[in-house]
């Protein structure tokens, strides 16, 4: 899994640990929250691993799947969740820096990720790829975010065409605002506030609401869903 030590994945990696899955998690930095979700499985009697690996770099998904390999005994599950982004800002003002730091985490990064799966995971595996709302109500100042996020849409559904043969389903969860220290970061209070008036029930949405979703696309009964974007957001959508 990518992206685990914070807001959504942390929630997706107690959520599969504490369904039986022996989950591997890489962080870029915050090594004190990677440690706490580390122990927070380990405490309900769970399996968790978390290695610091920044998918920023060439060779990061090449790495962190090398490690999994090392600690799994075969890939059965991949959830592509970790993304960076910033504070809004227009195309105008928006550098290439910047545009190419968005792209190379939250499309290039699922891209690999998917084609070493699309390797070494056994038949009838899961690949979930965490989205975003934005991709269907964007918003100024949130080009590079949207775009990046439109192409991980596109990478699940032709991976869902070419993986099909072998069980693999392949699907992306579209969240809509929860409450992450991310989306607080990017956002202004009074948007937020504005989208919980607009949400039908009338709250953002947890972590934990994801991973359930998350969880329920790696059972069995969800073998006939594959190749779509789901989303999650309390009706705001």
């Given at each position: 899994?990518?992206g685990?030590?914070?807001?959504?994945?942390a929630?997706?990696v107690n959520?599969?640990?504490a369904?039986g899955?022996?989950v591997?998690?890489?962080?870029?930095?915050?090594q004190d929250?990677?440690?706490?979700?580390?122990?927070s499985?380990l405490?309900?009697?769970g399996q968790?691993t978390?290695?610091?690996?920044?998918?920023?770099?060439?060779?990061?998904?090449?790495?962190?799947?090398?490690?999994?390999?090392?600690h799994?005994?075969?890939l059965?599950?991949?959830?592509?969740?970790?993304a960076?982004?910033?504070?809004?800002?227009p195309?105008?003002e928006?550098?290439?820096?910047?545009?190419d730091?968005?792209?190379?985490?939250?499309a290039?990064?699922?891209?690999?990720?998917?084609?070493?799966?699309a390797?070494?995971?056994?038949?009838?595996?899961?690949v979930?790829?965490?989205?975003?709302l934005?991709?269907?109500r964007?918003?100024?100042?949130?080009?590079?975010?949207?775009a990046s996020?439109?192409?991980?849409?596109?990478?699940t559904?032709?991976?869902?065409?070419?993986?099909g043969?072998?069980g693999?389903t392949?699907?992306?969860?579209?969240?809509?605002?929860?409450?992450?220290?991310?989306?607080?970061?990017?956002?202004?209070?009074?948007?937020?506030?504005?989208i919980?008036?607009?949400?039908p029930?009338?709250?953002?949405?947890?972590p934990?609401?994801?991973?359930d979703?998350?969880a329920?696309l790696?059972?069995?009964?969800?073998?006939w869903?594959t190749?779509?974007?789901?989303?999650?957001?309390?009706?705001?959508?």
């Open positions: 899994m990518t685990g030590s914070r807001g959504i994945g929630a997706i959520r599969l640990a369904d899955a022996t591997v998690f890489n962080y870029a930095h915050d929250s990677a440690v706490s979700v580390e122990q499985v405490d309900r009697g968790a978390a290695v610091q690996i920044d998918l920023a770099d060439d060779d990061a998904v090449d790495e962190l799947m090398a490690f999994a390999t090392r799994l005994d075969g059965d599950i991949l959830v592509n969740n970790a960076v982004n910033f504070r809004p800002a195309i105008a928006t550098d290439d820096e910047m545009f730091a968005v792209m190379t985490v939250n290039r990064a699922v891209f690999c990720a998917i084609r070493l799966a390797r070494e995971m056994r038949d009838n595996g899961r979930i790829n965490i989205s975003t934005n991709t269907i964007p918003a100024p100042g949130n080009a590079a975010y949207a996020k439109g192409a991980v849409e596109q990478l559904k032709v991976a869902a065409l070419e993986l043969s072998r693999i392949v699907n992306a969860v579209a969240p809509g605002a929860t409450d992450t220290n991310l989306l607080r970061e990017t956002n202004p209070a009074d948007v937020l506030d504005r919980v008036r607009l949400t029930l009338g709250r953002l949405g947890r934990e609401d994801i991973a979703l998350v329920l790696t059972y069995p009964g969800s073998r869903v190749g779509q974007v789901i989303g999650v957001n309390g009706g705001f959508g």
